[in-house]
């Protein structure tokens, strides 16, 4: 089955904290200012003055990492155009040590790329993305949590941190929902497998996102972020990071320009159908405005009990009624009327347990499907992209997933995308 990919319309941003989720802002659409490249010319012409002096070994080092990472010829060219001071860098952070791909660096990546390509066309010169393991687990909330959704609504965590891949795509084989897509995508791993969960990562990146201007660096030795980025700025030349959350105002010295990373979250069909059921949005989901506790008992009301004995009223009030107007045409049926009134105040007690047993059922399978819902929107309450691998996305969607997501995100576009992910029309099952 081949699937579409579309962009819906939201109102909302990235939260303040990693902690929090996301928070409503005004229709209009937030816009990258054009002071943002401004800056980038600024740097652009900086690094130009400053000639980076040429290091074979270091060159060396990062060449023969990337042949571990089975980098192609295109993609080593791209890494000697920076060692060689030929070209400017995007950086795009990667979590360090975690081999599965999640899908906030899977945005940020998105980012990068288009961005170089931004710069390219405003002819600031030969500019490569480059991925780099930097961040640390335990650093700003980073929990390097990796997961897919099972079908159950089941989380399973998926990021191999090293050690025996037999082991480690055992367990993934065992764990990923059986799809027509699962062969390709095991296959495609087993290929990429690594005990180093850095080179695993990179092997699996550098193959599915095969742009010529791509390059990839062994990940940063044990120390902060700020601290790898700027020892790094003074070996390559970097125009640009892509970091997550809002960009700080002013451009710190010795730093590469920053650029908000994308922020997405996938909506698969069954979440939609839910979003129906309930009338909801995705907005107030994301945006923490809606109780899910109040949600389930919407559609149930609140006394049933009382719900029936008023409708039992109302009808036997019509039978009497009935009666009393037989009664006025001089037949007079008691027994009738009697028995009448006996079999249905009967049927009402039973309709009532029933009734009573379906709210409750009613209210528990709302309870699970709100709670399905909010693990594939926020899972463990935090965004989407902070906890779910790419291996779920493309487990059920297949390699076309990735080109897809590339064409209807907007780069430029500060809010918060979603992303609805169905089947295509007239696909066959």
């Known amino acids: 089955m081949s699937y579409r990919v579309e962009k819906l319309p939201l109102t909302t941003r990235p939260g303040t904290g990693r902690s929090g989720t996301l928070a409503r802002i005004p229709l209009r659409r937030a816009k990258l200012p054009k002071s943002a490249f ?92 480059l991925l780099w393991p930097v961040l640390e687990i335990g650093q700003r909330g980073e929990t390097g949590q990796c997961v897919i959704i099972q079908r159950s609504g089941e989380f399973e965590d998926i990021g191999f941190r090293g050690g025996d891949t037999e082991k480690y795509l055992g367990t993934l084989r065992a764990g990923l929902p059986g799809t027509g897509f699962s062969a390709l995508l095991l296959d495609q791993i087993a290929r990429a497998a690594d005990p180093d969960p850095d080179l695993f990562k990179a092997r699996l990146l550098l193959k599915w996102f095969d742009d010529d201007a791509i390059a990839a660096l062994p990940p940063a030795e044990g120390a902060s972020h700020e601290f790898s980025l700027r020892r790094l700025f003074s070996r390559l030349p970097l125009i ?44 107030e989901i994301l945006a923490g405005e809606v109780k899910p506790e109040e949600v389930a008992r919407r559609q149930v009301p609140d006394d049933v009990q009382g719900s029936v004995a008023a409708a039992k009223e109302r009808v036997l009030s019509e039978i009497l009624r009935f009666e009393l107007g037989l009664n006025d045409l001089g037949w007079k049926p008691a027994s009738e009327i009697r028995n009448a009134l006996n079999n249905f105040d009967i049927g009402c007690d039973r309709i009532r347990a029933r009734a009573v047993v379906e709210a409750a059922r009613e209210v528990e399978t709302n309870r699970k499907q709100l709670g399905k819902l909010y693990g594939y929107l926020l899972p463990d309450g935090r965004p989407q992209q902070e906890s779910v691998s790419l291996f779920h996305f493309l487990d059920f969607y297949g390699p076309e997933f990735l080109g897809g997501l590339r064409n209807v995100l907007q780069v430029d576009d500060l809010r918060h995308q979603a992303v609805f992910v169905a089947p295509s029309s007239g696909a066959g099952e």
């Open 38 to 129: 401004a800056n980038f010319q600024i740097l652009a012409r900086r690094l130009a003055r400053n000639t980076f002096s040429p290091d074979a070994e270091l060159e060396s080092s990062y060449l023969s990492w990337m042949r571990q990472a089975g980098a192609n010829r295109r993609q080593l060219d791209a890494l000697k155009l920076l060692t060689r001071n030929e070209g400017l860098a995007v950086v795009v952070p990667l979590i360090k040590g975690v081999a599965a791909p999640r899908m906030d660096e899977v945005l940020r990546l998105v980012a990068g790329l288009e961005l170089a390509d931004q710069l390219r066309a405003r002819k600031l010169g030969k500019v490569v993305t």
């Open 240 to 283: 640009a990071q892509i970091v997550q959350g809002p960009v700080p105002a002013t451009v710190p010295p010795g730093e590469p320009v920053p650029f908000p990373g994308l922020s997405a979250t996938i909506v698969e069909g069954k979440v939609e159908s839910w979003l129906v059921k309930f009338g909801l949005t995705l907005e």
